[in-house]
């Protein structure tokens, strides 16, 4: 029954060749330690950006209580229907216009991720 002396291989280097394993070694530890850095750098950020959601969430909150309060204590006028269907048309106006902007955006988006998926399927053809 061989002993546990007898199990171990050892591998011999030459003296170059152990330096810049030492050096690999040194370095990828050192790679660790900055990952390490930036989480941790990374998870306070992400709790000041959450700690400020929270705080922005209960003033969007407070300003919509006073803006009901302010709504209920002015009293309502009544607008002229000349002036009502002035205002409601230019609403829908409105309304197309964004709509037309986003159609845009979209469209040009979509064109923009195509066009990159194309080149990437040429270049990939032409590796292989």
Do not use: C, W
């Amino acid at each position: 029954m061989p002993t546990t002396s007898e199990k171990l291989i050892h591998i011999k280097f030459n003296h170059s060749e152990a330096v810049q394993s030492k050096r690999d070694i040194l370095s990828s530890q050192a790679n660790l330690l900055r990952i390490v850095k930036t989480t941790k750098e990374y998870q306070s950020l992400r709790t000041e950006e959450l700690k400020l959601k929270i705080r922005l969430n209960r003033k969007i909150k407070e300003l919509l209580t006073s803006m009901r309060k302010l709504q209920q204590t002015i009293p309502k006028i009544k607008i002229p229907e000349v002036l009502q269907k002035n205002y409601e048309e230019n609403i829908e106006d409105e309304e197309k216009i964004t709509n037309k902007i986003k159609q845009t955006k979209n469209k040009t988006y979509d064109k923009d991720i195509e066009s990159q998926l194309a080149d990437i399927k040429e270049k990939l053809r032409n590796l292989g």
